[in-house]
């Protein structure tokens, strides 16, 4: 199937400092990717979506300036957590959709980054 | 707003034994239904993908069905092996940019 990648897997980081997570779609593009979050021991939460070439979409209850979504090319998408706190430790997981798969193509999903703030 | 719901929440079965996970969601008008592996600390690894159009999907030692007029979908593990042990998730892909809404999991543990 097709591989989309995560970087970083994890990090640590101090309160108040921001962190860049990016979501890659290696064999394939994709005009939208998903941003989830996921607590221990529960189920996946979508964030928001993530548009090539226009702003992202939230979902309701998530700060878009808390969570910053950058989708500047057909295979990278970023987001970036600013001003982390304690309570944004969490697993962040992105998935994609082959743009050939159309709407209702299957979703790949990257291996997820564990954010952790001190 | 569509809600997907798994039972059991967990589940402890010994080695080769044949095993269904449930799935059911509220909202009939899905564009799919997905099932997913999910080993503790990692992604997402995709099983099976039915479409709404489809009724089962079929993957070696797996079968996943689907039911819109009910509103559920169950995931068929066959002969059971340890290596199976992990969280199973069921998700269900809406018409607004094919979002999924993922049902909390069933972990699953096969006992050698």
Same mark, same amino acid.
Request: charged share 15%; net charge neutral.
């Given at each position: 199937?097709?591989?989309?990648?995560?970087?970083?897997?994890?990090?640590?980081?101090?309160?108040?400092?921001?962190?860049? /997570?990016?979501?890659?779609?290696?064999?394939?593009?994709?005009?939208?990717?998903?941003?989830?979050?996921?607590?221990?021991?529960?189920?996946?939460?979508?964030?928001?979506?993530?548009?090539?070439?226009?702003?992202?979409?939230?979902?309701?209850?998530?700060?878009?300036?808390?969570?910053? /979504?950058?989708?500047?090319?057909?295979?990278?998408?970023?987001?970036?957590?600013?001003?982390?706190?304690?309570?944004?430790?969490?697993?962040? /997981?992105?998935?994609?959709?082959?743009?050939?798969?159309?709407?209702?193509?299957?979703?790949?999903?990257?291996?997820?980054?564990?954010?952790?703030?001190? | 707003?569509?809600?997907?719901?798994?039972?059991? @929440?967990?589940?402890?079965?010994?080695?080769?034994?044949? &095993?269904?996970?449930?799935?059911? +969601?509220? $909202?009939? @008008?899905?564009?799919? &239904?997905?099932? +997913?592996?999910? $080993?503790? *600390?990692?992604?997402?690894?995709? &099983?099976?993908?039915?479409?709404?159009?489809?009724?089962?999907?079929?993957?070696?030692?797996?079968?996943?069905?689907? $039911?819109?007029?009910?509103?559920?979908?169950?995931?068929?593990? @066959?002969?059971?092996?340890? *290596?199976?042990?992990?969280?199973? &998730?069921?998700? *269900?892909?809406?018409?607004?940019?094919?979002?999924?809404? +993922?049902?909390?999991?069933?972990?699953?543990?096969?006992?050698?």
């Amino acid at each position: 199937g097709a591989v989309v990648s995560q970087h970083p897997s994890w990090v640590i980081c101090k309160s108040g400092t921001s962190v860049k /997570i990016e979501c890659r779609s290696l064999d394939f593009q994709a005009t939208t990717m998903f941003w989830y979050r996921q607590f221990p021991k529960q189920s996946l939460m979508l964030m928001a979506t993530s548009n090539e070439g226009s702003k992202a979409t939230y979902e309701q209850g998530v700060e878009k300036d808390k969570f910053l /979504i950058n989708h500047a090319s057909l295979t990278l998408s970023t987001l970036t957590v600013t001003s982390a706190h304690p309570e944004d430790s969490s697993f962040y /997981i992105c998935s994609a959709r082959d743009l050939a798969g159309g709407p209702a193509g299957e979703l790949f999903f990257g291996e997820g980054s564990r954010l952790t703030v001190l | 707003k569509q809600e997907v719901t798994q039972i059991p @929440a967990a589940l402890s079965v010994p080695e080769g034994e044949n &095993l269904v996970l449930n799935c059911s +969601f509220t $909202d009939s @008008a899905i564009y799919n &239904l997905q099932w +997913f592996r999910q $080993d503790p *600390g990692k992604g997402l690894t995709s &099983l099976l993908l039915i479409q709404s159009s489809q009724r089962e999907q079929t993957s070696g030692r797996l079968n996943a069905s689907l $039911d819109k007029s009910s509103g559920r979908s169950t995931l068929y593990i @066959a002969a059971s092996q340890p *290596g199976d042990s992990a969280t199973y &998730l069921c998700a *269900g892909g809406g018409t607004s940019y094919g979002k999924l809404t +993922f049902g909390q999991g069933t972990i699953l543990t096969v006992h050698p």
